[in-house]
Nanobody, 125 residues
Framework: QVQVVESGGGLVQAGDSLRLSCAASGLTFSAYNIGWFRRAPGKEREFVASISWTGSRTNYVDSVKGRFTISRDNAKNTVALQMNSLKPEDTAVYFC??????????????????WGQGTQVTVSS
């Protein structure tokens, strides 16, 4: 059974940093792209960042470029999202998801088969 679990969310002030972690089990982790998505209150789910199965390719939504960094450790089956210079508009539930490598380096949302339950990030002004 595949499990995807996020951790590391919390309440911080604007300008602070948080590090989210995604741990996956029950799958060949090194064969999956991993993506981070978020859903803010009253808004649609939004792509945040992704990393390819080898870690060689990363993608970011424009609003987080230069502030967030995605990385992975295939030996530990984990992906991290380092979030710096957080802003109130980053407040959302953050989800981790896995898409098989056959979907290429930039899978679409529908290509992500396995999803976690999410972790809340709240940034106060």
């Amino acid at each position: 059974q595949v499990q995807v679990v996020e951790s590391g969310g919390g309440l911080v002030q604007a300008g602070d940093s948080l590090r989210l972690s995604c741990a996956a089990s029950g799958l060949t982790f090194s064969a999956y792209n991993i993506g981070w998505f978020r859903r803010a209150p009253g808004k649609e789910r939004e792509f945040v960042a992704s990393i390819s199965w080898t870690g060689s390719r990363t993608n970011y939504v424009d609003s987080v470029k230069g502030r967030f960094t995605i990385s992975r450790d295939n030996a530990k089956n984990t992906v991290a999202l380092q979030m710096n210079s957080l802003k109130p508009e980053d407040t959302a539930v953050y989800f981790c998801a896995a898409a098989f490598r056959s979907y290429g380096y930039s899978p679409g949302v529908s290509d992500y088969r396995y999803w976690g339950q999410g972790t809340q990030v709240t940034v106060s002004s």
